[in-house]
């Protein structure tokens, strides 16, 4: 059974798209730790990072670090943090997340769809 992540590659789930290429896939996260946190997975849908080959796995964070420098310039942030958990969604996955203060917020903020549609576009225009 497909994943979320795959769902959402195939168009069959909305989401706020950063940015595509052939192998790798950026959107938005909809319950995110910060303005501008961004999830970025490969399109080969592999439960565990470390069960992705070499290429995979290497192009995974090539493709992550180019999102990172288009977060840092759409979103005022000291810098952008990584984080791979894997452990909510069977799909290999990196969190890109805009540290403005601290971390990790003691709570999630609430963005509405028209926010996300909003730094989405930020994010996407600084996309090289």
């Given at each position: 059974?497909?994943?979320?992540?795959?769902?959402?590659?195939?168009?069959?789930i909305p989401c706020h798209k950063i940015?595509?290429?052939?192998?790798?896939?950026?959107?938005?996260?909809?319950?995110?730790?910060?303005?501008?946190h961004t999830l970025v997975i490969p399109?080969?849908?592999?439960?565990?990072?470390?069960?992705?080959?070499?290429?995979?796995?290497?192009?995974?964070?090539?493709?992550?670090?180019?999102?990172?420098?288009?977060?840092?310039?759409?979103?005022?942030?000291?810098?952008?943090?990584?984080?791979?958990?894997?452990?909510?969604?069977?799909?290999?996955?990196?969190?890109?997340?805009?540290i403005v203060k601290h971390f990790f917020?003691?709570?999630?903020?609430?963005?509405?769809?028209?926010?996300?549609?909003?730094?989405?576009?930020?994010?996407?225009?600084?996309?090289?």
């Amino acid at each position: 059974m497909a994943s979320i992540f795959t769902k959402i590659i195939n168009g069959d789930i909305p989401c706020h798209k950063i940015a595509e290429s052939e192998n790798y896939f950026a959107f938005l996260d909809i319950n995110p730790w910060e303005k501008g946190h961004t999830l970025v997975i490969p399109k080969k849908e592999v439960d565990y990072i470390f069960d992705l080959d070499n290429e995979t796995y290497e192009g995974l964070m090539a493709f992550s670090k180019k999102v990172a420098h288009a977060i840092e310039k759409a979103v005022p942030c000291k810098r952008v943090g990584v984080l791979v958990e894997g452990l909510e969604v069977p799909h290999a996955h990196v969190h890109l997340i805009p540290i403005v203060k601290h971390f990790f917020p003691k709570q999630k903020p609430k963005y509405s769809n028209e926010e996300l549609a909003k730094i989405a576009e930020r994010i996407r225009s600084n996309f090289e």
